[in-house]
């Protein structure tokens, strides 16, 4: 790819992990008092968010923060991994391959977290988990057209040329 386009896809794909480690901090569940704890806060330290764990408990049955782990552990230790892949790769076919499957590992693990998903405590919640899942639907869209940015200047070096001399 061009130089020019190659440093705005290297800052795309540094930003989208950069930004989903950001929306952790937003204020996350609001438990009816006036502490706000973020989705980070929730998960790693939930003994001092009993309030929170209790108003969550209120909407599902048998609720346990371990429900978080999937959605969260596994998605920030790959978003760490993507950040430090993407400064060594910089702006490269592989790259944009595990951005677009963590984005598609993020969607999944969110969408089958019942406590994150589309429900009464998204209500009574925040802005932090549609945020998230806008940074793993935009994960994966970025890595699709990258994908065919590719494929699209391989055809026109590769295999256009090709087909020009067989129609001689």
Known sequence: MKQKSS????FTFLAIPIL?????????????????????????????NEQTTNFISLFYFG?????????????????????????ILKSSGIVALMIGCWGVYGL???FTTRALTFSPVMVYGGIAGILMLVIFLAAVVVSAIYMYMIYKNYRIKYVLPFKAERSI
């Open 7 to 10: 440093k705005m896809w290297f």
């Open 20 to 48: 989903y480690f950001i929306a952790q901090f937003i204020p996350y569940y609001h438990s009816g008092g006036t502490v706000l704890p973020s989705l980070g806060e929730l998960f790693w330290f939930p003994e001092r």
């Open 63 to 87: 609720f346990r923060i371990n429900e978080f782990t999937a959605a969260l552990l596994g998605t920030q230790f790959f978003a760490l991994l993507f950040l430090v892949t993407t400064l």
């Open 108 to 110: 999944i693990a969110f």
